[in-house]
Nanobody
């Protein structure tokens, strides 16, 4: 069993920054890729970023590439999402999720554990 707890969301002005954290329980955290997704009101949950088990590979949605950075600390069992140059369209609930394998996936069905989400609101 894995539990994921996100933190770090909040209200920020356009152009600002936030850093999300996702703390994971369980001894197997370092064996799996991790991902961040988001869901805006009235929209489907979408992929944002993912990182391989070692942190050596990352992948981003085109909409956040160059602005967001995903990273992980396998000693602290934590994955991060640094979000810079935020835009109003980044407003959403952000979820971290554990992949079923060690490699990167952009598909929701490849993730088996999810956090409760943290709200990010970007004002114009």
């Amino acid at each position: 069993q894995v539990q994921l707890v996100e933190s770090g969301g909040g209200l920020v002005q356009a152009g600002g920054s936030l850093r999300l954290s996702c703390a994971a329980s369980g001894r197997t955290f370092s064996s799996y890729a991790m991902g961040w997704f988001r869901q805006a009101p009235g929209k489907e949950r979408e992929f944002v970023a993912a990182i391989s088990w070692s942190g050596g590979s990352t992948y981003y949605a085109d909409s956040v590439k160059g602005r967001f950075t995903i990273s992980r600390n396998n000693v602290k069992n934590t994955v991060y999402l640094q979000m810079n140059s935020l835009k109003p369209e980044d407003t959403a609930v952000y979820y971290c999720a554990k992949d079923t394998g060690w490699g990167i996936s952009v598909l929701l069905r490849e993730y088996d554990y999810w956090g409760q989400g943290t709200q990010v609101t970007v004002s114009s």
